[in-house]
T-cell receptor
Framework: AQTVTQSQPEMSVQEAETVTLSCTYD???????LFWYKQPPSRQMILVIR??????QNATENRFSVNFQKAAKSFSLKISDSQLGDTAMYFC????????????????FGKGTHLIIQP | AAGVIQSPRHLIKEKRETATLKCYPI?????VYWYQQGPGQDPQFLIS???????DKGSIPDRFSAQQFSDYHSELNMSSLELGDSALYFC????????????FGPGTRLTVT
């Protein structure tokens, strides 16, 4: 079984600043994906970014980028030029892939980091 | 773009009653997942289906069952409801071509009184 740890329950930054959310995980698997999901007050779960474990290059999506350190089992999310709309709960998630049989396992989430962007 | 559809969006039931939640995945998606999110908690994986067969099982109580139908929609059946079952229930869908990215529906808020 895998575990996901987010050690920052809450963070607050000023608009336009850069913020980094931390995530560590523990697994014995070698073929997996990592994700960051955003959950605003509407409670909708929104996919922010994906990282494949076999890729060394860090994923980037506009203002969002990750720092993936496979050996250290670390997967942090950096938000640049933060905006008021970035205020939300952010969840780090792990997903194991299958070598056979098709499909993928369910996501294992961390406890989340509540990010508040101050005007 | 089409999204995951869940119905109903809100449901109020009494203890010991039965509830059925429905999920319609994004077209072409072959895998459906169910999650339960209690107040102030992270989502917990319940169960998933790939091509209409159970694929993975998480912390789903024995009182709950689920299935995926020929049109790929899925239903989560919950019996003998307890107060602790009050939560937001998400359905998500994915397919291999999208690197198994899971796209979540808006959720069904179940309140057990």
């Amino acid at each position: 079984a895998q575990t996901v740890t987010q050690s920052q329950p809450e963070m607050s930054v000023q608009e336009a600043e850069t913020v980094t959310l931390s995530c560590t995980y523990d697994t014995s698997e070698n073929n997996y994906y990592l994700f960051w999901y955003k959950q605003p007050p509407s409670r909708q779960m929104i996919l922010v970014i994906r990282q494949e474990a076999y890729k060394q290059q860090n994923a980037t999506e506009n203002r969002f980028s990750v720092n993936f350190q496979k050996a250290a089992k670390s997967f942090s999310l950096k938000i640049s030029d933060s905006q008021l709309g970035d205020t939300a709960m952010y969840f780090c998630a792990f997903m194991n892939l299958r070598y056979s049989g098709g499909g993928a396992d369910g996501l294992t989430f961390g406890k989340g980091t509540h990010l508040i962007i101050q005007p | 773009a089409a999204g995951v559809i869940q119905s109903p969006r809100h449901l109020i039931k009494e203890k010991r009653e039965t509830a059925t939640l429905k999920c319609y995945p994004i077209p072409r998606h072959d895998t459906v997942y169910w999650y339960q999110q209690g107040p102030g908690q992270d989502p917990q994986f319940l169960i998933s289906f790939y091509e209409k067969m159970q694929s993975d099982k998480g912390s789903i109580p024995d009182r709950f069952s689920a299935q995926q139908f020929s049109d790929y929609h899925s239903e989560l059946n919950m019996s003998s409801l307890e107060l602790g079952d009050s939560a937001l229930y998400f359905c998500a869908s994915s397919y291999e071509g999208s690197s198994y990215e899971q796209y979540f529906g808006p959720g069904t808020r179940l309140t057990v009184t």
